[in-house]
């Protein structure tokens, strides 16, 4: 039966909050989100986890929670993963960026989200919140990770970006106002490039009417539910499958691994041969900066914007494509994305076509094998 | 008289061996000691006893190589370490993340003198992020107590070296000539916390790695030996003994990288998976033209991650001395370790171990047979090794990388665990001498360095020239000879986010050591 993670997932309940013993869990299983990509949580999570302790624990909220004093920001770094190892952010640039999101919306941003849970923009947002003295809102605007900024569920429900800001590690802040996010993408990009190739954003400035239904909600906490099975299971491949209502499609070694760039991202493909139970099949995934396509015997088994995580086959953490290396032990997870995404328009927006695959999404069903 | 032989040492945590080899590589002595609590005792009785084994041909040894996990075990018991000034260029990015960010608290305090974050730096495109701070670097080296080295960690060093220098300079010239200054550039490629982490960790171990350089000197010269004295690096290739004093962190992976180099040279073969069975966990790693293969996932020492390149080791609970529970069938992790002698079945002992299970179908212990066992202990034992050999071979075939016929070089005291056959490799080796393989390794190890440079797409041919040519100098520097130094390892990274496609590109030049019998002689 096909669950939808949304609906497995009940939201925060009242006073929830996050803690500073959370953020492993957070980064664990924001780490399984990534799809892939995402980035590296290493570091976020390091950071997060001082500014937590340091502030205290974060009000974690629903979009019911959010009252109409209340708004909402969409954060997220922006560049390239390898200029991000080496020139990190400074110390105010996210308070630079949150000061002058006021400013642009003309009153106080109470609450942060995440612009994609997937990796370390999925961890960041909650020390900054903490620092800030802000909300977290339990949503985001992925349930995965993307590769694209118009890749967000606001896109697919037609709501319209009324500004994003920029701040870059030297201080530089920049307001950008574009007639739709295709030349936002455009400019942030062009701008990003001359901050040093890395940014932090803001955007997407909400209110309690316009986050609903446009967010994709419960995914902070169930980033948080997926970690602690990763951390504390006896079987942890199992259980992050169970939490997530997904599957293993196979376990197995990778046996190759083809790796290029083009237009400047990073696309390939893995081969899996399975092993134990699995041994004899054969899958192949189709990267582009996340896993996109699992093929079995030439049929689809699990297609964008369906989930696709490869993990580790003992620990069950989540192995980004970078990370990829030819014989490592691993199991193939899938699991079925947010309802939003298998709307004409979400799947117009982040199905197989907008990457370039020339095949009929077939929705991921749970397989049990 | 030729002077072609090398003498190979290593300091483990438990045994220092000690080889001697000759130019075609052949063992002419070897020998294990006990290491001693100030390692120059240890490496005494080694080197003394294979010079004792070689007799007249003693002068005809012409290096010494050291390998040891001496720094690890250093950064690991938090002992001997010195204090260091920890200073980054590139403030205010990257001040979020304050240096020394995640460590462990204890190990910080012990090496932390004082830190500070201040302009400087370069982007990816070598526009600089903000002004060189020399007044704030001298303001703080003035302002901070009690420390014996300066570390310094500039953004981007690796693509631009030169502030790092000048700040080298700047600091000479305010603390005095001979201040201990350690930079980045020279520890490690892009990827800033890690980078720093190493190099405030390779100022922390100065004097940890003096105190070897010095016994190994101290021994040499004792001995009356006319040898050039190297250190044994992670990669499998050596350092001069200056640069080892310079770079004690880089010889942090030594140990293993030795192990796998020494048993795949003494079994003849250049491609090999290696495995070293011993008496509580088998080490499996890989051979590939004559280097270990390396891991690229970041690697913690002590609690402190670093970026360094380690041999790819992939441990598993099997050994010799592995106890086998014959209630549940399980096979370790627990092992009676150096007790076998008075433990297992076959000396008489109380507890079933591997060794015993591998006795059912052969020798393992000359002398030594089963005593009468009940038939479900044996079968029992019979489970145990097929479970032993079960997860050995889905190791090597881990490691495999999907070519069946490389060879599976057998090491190690519990080397009869590994059947003569096994899925996924090629021909079963048992090379003799196995049991010093570390310290064949350290003497068979070439001279090597790395380098690091991002360039656009267009100018990536320009920056493949720029880093082999910067590897090669760091390779004949730590003592390969010019004439054979050839680049071995080009590794691409792509850049996104980007104005024009840009890669990192890093290479690795190796070669055999420079002959320096004869300089020495003049």
């Known amino acids: 039966m096909v669950m939808p993670m949304a609906h497995t997932s009940p939201a925060a309940a009242p006073g929830a909050f996050v803690a500073a013993s959370d953020v492993a ?17 290493h570091t976020s999570q390091v950071v997060a986890e001082q500014a937590l302790q340091e502030h205290g624990p974060v009000p974690l909220v629903t979009v019911d929670d959010l009252g109409p004093d209340d708004l909402v920001m969409l954060m997220s770094g922006i560049g390239a993963p390898t200029v991000g190892i080496e020139m990190l952010s400074s110390r105010h640039q996210i308070d630079l960026l949150v000061r002058e999101a006021q400013i642009a919306a003309g009153r ?23 620092r800030l003295g802000l909300k977290l809102l339990d949503a985001d605007g992925m349930g995965r990770a993307f590769p694209s900024a118009a890749m967000v569920s606001m896109n697919v429900a037609e709501l319209p970006c009324d500004f994003a800001i ?31 190739s890395i940014c932090l954003g803001a955007h997407y400035p909400m209110t309690a009417e316009t986050a609903r239904g446009a967010v994709v909600e419960g995914t902070v906490s169930a980033a948080i539910r997926v970690g602690h099975a990763l951390l504390s299971a006896a079987d942890p491949v199992q259980a992050v499958a169970a939490e997530l209502n997904g599957a293993i499609l196979l376990t197995g070694k990778i046996t ?10 990073a696309r390939g493909s893995v081969t899996i041969a399975g092993t134990g139970a699995d041994r004899g099949r054969l899958q192949r995934l189709e990267l582009q900066n ?17 989930n696709v995580t490869i993990i580790d086959a003992e620990t069950g953490q989540a192995i980004s494509t970078e990370m990829l290396r030819y014989g490592q032990r691993v199991a193939v997870l899938a699991w079925a994305c947010d309802p939003i995404w298998r709307t004409p328009r979400g799947l117009e927006l982040a199905g197989p076509a907008a990457f370039g695959y020339d095949l009929d999404y077939v929705p991921f069903k749970e397989i049990n094998r | 008289m030729s002077r072609d032989l090398s003498l190979g040492v290593d300091v483990g945590g438990t045994n220092t061996d000690a080889v001697v080899i000759d130019a075609d590589g052949q063992v002419l002595a070897s020998t294990k000691q006990p290491t001693s609590e100030d390692v120059t005792t240890g490496i005494r009785a080694a080197i003394s006893a294979v010079l004792t084994q070689l007799g007249d041909a003693r002068p005809q040894v012409s290096r010494v190589m050291l390998g040891t996990t001496h720094a690890t075990n250093a950064i690991v018991a938090r002992r001997d370490l010195d204090r260091v000034a920890a200073i980054r260029l590139g403030a205010p990015a990257a001040t979020e993340y304050p240096p020394l960010l995640g460590w462990p608290p204890a190990l910080a305090q012990k090496v932390l003198a004082g830190s500070a974050m201040l302009g ?39 693509s631009g070296p030169e502030q790092e220098l000048e700040v080298a300079d700047l600091i000479r010239a305010h603390l005095g000539a001979d201040a201990r200054v350690f930079l980045s550039q020279d520890i490690g490629p892009t990827g800033l916390l890690e980078r720093e982490n ?35 690096q992670n990669d499998g290739t050596l350092m001069s003994l200056d640069h080892a004093a310079l770079y004690p962190v880089l010889t942090i992976g030594s140990g293993p990288a030795n192990s796998i180099r020494g048993a795949a040279h003494l079994s003849g073969a250049e491609h090999a998976i290696v495995v070293d069975v011993g008496g509580t966990t088998s080490d499996l790693g890989v051979v590939v033209n004559g280097f270990p293969r390396e891991s690229t996932l970041p690697r913690e020492i002590g609690g402190v991650r670093t970026n360094f390149r380690m041999p790819d080791i992939l441990s598993l609970g099997i050994g010799g001395g592995t106890i086998v529970d014959l209630v549940t069938g399980a096979v370790g992790p627990g092992s009676v370790g150096h007790r076998i002698t008075t433990e297992a079945l076959l000396f008489g002992g109380p507890t079933a171990t591997l060794t015993d299970a591998a006795a059912l179908k052969s020798t393992p212990v000359e002398g030594r047979s089963l005593p009468d066992l009940p038939g479900s202990t044996g079968r029992m034992l019979s489970a145990a090794l097929e479970e032993a050999r079960r997860r050995l071979e889905d190791a090597v075939e881990r490691l495999s990388l999907g070519r069946a016929d490389l060879p599976l070089v057998v090491v ?16 079963v080796l048992r090379p003799g001498n196995g049991d010093v393989a570390n310290a064949v390794g350290a003497a068979i190890s070439l001279a090597g360095g790395r380098a690091d440079q991002i360039s656009s797409l267009d100018e990536r041919e320009a920056a493949i020239q720029a880093a082999s040519e910067a590897a090669v100098a760091k390779a004949i520097h730590a003592g390969a000879d010019p004439l054979q130094v050839t680049v071995v390892d080009i590794l691409e990274t792509p850049v996104t986010y980007t104005d024009r496609p840009t890669v990192k590109v890093s290479v690795k030049a190796a070669g055999p050591l420079a002959r320096l019998g004869e300089r020495m002689n003049a």
């Open chain 1, 108 to 130: 106080p941003i109470t609450t942060l989200m995440a612009a994609e849970i997937g990796g370390s923009n999925g961890v960041g947002p909650v020390g900054w919140a903490a």
């Open chain 1, 166 to 196: 920029l701040s870059d590690v030297v201080g530089n802040v920049s307001v950008i106002k574009t007639i739709d996010l295709h030349w936002l993408e455009r400019h942030a990009r062009a701008l990003t490039v001359a901050s040093g």
């Open chain 1, 290 to 306: 996340e896993n996109l396509v699992v093929l079995e015997d030439g049929e689809v088994l699990v297609s964008v914007p369906d």
């Open chain 2, 120 to 158: 400087g730096g370069h982007m990816v495109d070598g526009t600089p992020i903000t002004p060189l701070d020399r007044d704030g670097i001298r303001r703080f080296l003035d302002q901070t107590e009690d420390f014996d080295a300066v570390s310094v960690t500039g953004i981007f060093s690796p």
């Open chain 1, 25 to 41: 869990a957070l980064a664990a299983g924001a780490a399984v989100f990534g799809t892939g990509g995402g980035g590296a949580v």
């Open chain 2, 198 to 232: 190493a190099t405030v960790l390779n100022a922390a171990l100065y004097s940890v790695a003096r105190s070897v350089t010095e016994a190994l000197v101290t021994v040499v010269t004792e001995e009356g030996l006319e040898a050039a004295t190297f250190f044994a």
């Open chain 1, 256 to 265: 190759d691994l083809d790796r290029r760039t083009e237009d400047g991202f």
């Open chain 2, 412 to 427: 190690g005291g519990g080397g009869f665990l590994v059947p003569d056959q096994v899925p996924g490799a090629g021909p």
